[in-house]
């Protein structure tokens, strides 16, 4: 089975019916300091793709973080904004909708030609296909209900469910050469109505080569200290990592520009989908997550052999 990777080349929305938690932060409002959840607008705000929360009363003038980056010892993060969190592959977080279809709309342009939908739940995928009219002149349906989606990979086990109502699904879509603007739209789960999704990455598919043999996951946990924005202090935690480990077959003649493109993939967090047959029965076994080695080892005339491991971020 081949393996290729997707980099996020989305960075925003040309429209969503989502609806943040809070109200963007305005610099003339007096923000007061709320103690414990539920927060309320009146001491949390949006701001620049992320939910604050006041440290004080009387917060007036103090923005949260300039355009230069700093940030304001008058408020403290509490997590990506409801959309933004789809587009931050780094946040373990998901953005929800209740009593309606999710739906995302984004500019098409050419570095978009592969969409990779990550752990959402719902009934069907629809991809919506617009001119500059923004008529529709394509549509693609995916239905999760349908018996070629019996067997579906859960996240959180890996075991095979068929339980199609309540598993997080991932699916990688080839987009067609057509439109300038992509329509997405998850359609709610009929037994909770709701929809979610982790990520959604948009991108160009990079194919890395062929994986040889089996792919083996390693669990681990490690030590770590991480502000705890309800109890306003620093606690230890845990934090727990699943590695993947797979070996590449790649042509000769490709090595090296195979090489360059993993030293450039440990920069940041890339879609790695280490099954991108249109058949596969393991959802494309989408990983999201960092490169951490990428070393040649054995080989023949024709092919080397390229040790691969990816830590998953979330």
Not at 146 to 172: A, G, M, W
Not at 268 to 274: A, D, H, P, S
Request: hydrophobic share 30%.
């Amino acid at each position: 089975m081949g393996a290729s990777v997707v980099s996020q080349e989305l960075s925003s929305f040309t429209y969503s019916n989502v609806t943040e938690l809070y109200n963007q932060w305005l610099p003339g409002v007096t923000y007061s300091f709320e103690e414990s959840e539920p927060y309320t607008s009146a001491g949390a705000v949006l701001h620049r793709n992320f939910y604050w929360r006041s440290t004080s009363s009387s917060n007036i003038g103090n923005e949260p973080l300039d355009e230069d980056g700093n940030k304001s010892s008058e408020w403290i993060v509490l997590a990506p904004a409801n959309l933004s969190s789809i587009l931050d592959l780094s946040s373990n977080s998901k953005c929800t909708i209740s009593g309606e279809d999710l739906i995302l709309e984004f500019t098409k342009t050419y570095k978009i030609q592969t969409l990779v939908v990550g752990r959402f739940m719902g009934e069907e995928i629809k991809v919506e296909y617009l001119n500059e009219s923004d008529t529709v002149i394509d549509t693609e349906t995916y239905d999760y209900f349908s018996e070629q989606f019996n067997n579906v990979i859960d996240d959180i086990t890996y075991d095979y469910s068929e339980l199609q109502d309540v598993v997080n699904r991932n699916k990688l879509i080839r987009l067609q050469f057509m439109g300038s603007k992509i329509r997405l739209t998850l359609k709610r789960n009929s037994t909770t109505d709701t929809a979610y999704i982790s990520f959604l990455t948009a991108g160009t598919e990079y194919e890395l080569g062929t994986i040889e043999g089996s792919i083996d996951r390693t669990d681990s946990s490690y030590a770590d200290r991480e502000y705890n924005a309800i109890l306003g202090t620093t606690i230890d935690t845990t934090i727990l990592s699943q590695s993947y480990s797979f070996s590449l077959l790649i042509q000769r003649g490709n090595q090296q520009e195979i090489k360059r493109k993993g030293e450039e993939l440990k920069q940041k967090t890339n879609t790695y989908i280490l099954d991108n047959r249109d058949t596969s029965e393991f959802e494309n076994f989408i990983v999201l997550g960092k490169l951490t080695s990428a070393g040649d080892s054995t080989g023949n005339a024709d092919y080397i052999i390229a040790k691969w491991t990816v830590e998953e971020s979330i």
